[in-house]
């Protein structure tokens, strides 16, 4: 999977000139939406299939500080998938030096648009096999 780059805007960063904590989180968002676009799953096709996948968990551990005008390079990987609960994992580095900045996991389920669990191998085979495949690769 090619990697989301983003590049620290001025008002990510705080009174100390470094990007302030929550625009991580917002950053593994935006790079899970590039990942889904990669694999032929955008958030726009899963919606209109009628799939919702909520966040159950975040979790990040900060490495590194990133400032204004970096750019930031983050790599998504299932780390595990069976059928129900999906857990992606996040690294970002800081491509002026190459430093881990955040390595991190996400944690989501399938539900349709009635908010019940689907079971995605019946109901959409073709993303439950994208996304076994992807996890048995990690």
Request: glycine share 4%.
């Amino acid at each position: 999977m090619k990697p989301y780059i983003h590049k620290v805007q001025y008002y990510e960063t705080d009174k100390m000139g470094i990007t302030h904590h929550s625009n991580y989180v917002r950053w593994m968002e935006e790079a899970r939406i590039e990942f889904l676009d990669q694999i032929g799953w955008s958030y726009v096709r899963m919606e209109e299939e009628g799939i919702i996948s909520p966040v159950l968990a975040v979790n990040c551990r900060y490495k590194h500080s990133t400032t204004f005008s970096d750019e930031i390079s983050a790599t998504v990987k299932v780390k595990e998938f069976k059928g129900v609960r999906l857990i992606l994992e996040y690294t970002m580095k800081n491509r002026k030096d190459d430093f881990v900045v955040l390595t991190g996991t996400t944690e989501h389920c399938f539900l349709n648009t009635q908010s019940r669990p689907i079971n995605m191998k019946k109901e959409f085979p073709g993303l439950f096999q994208v996304l076994t495949d992807l996890a048995n690769v990690q």
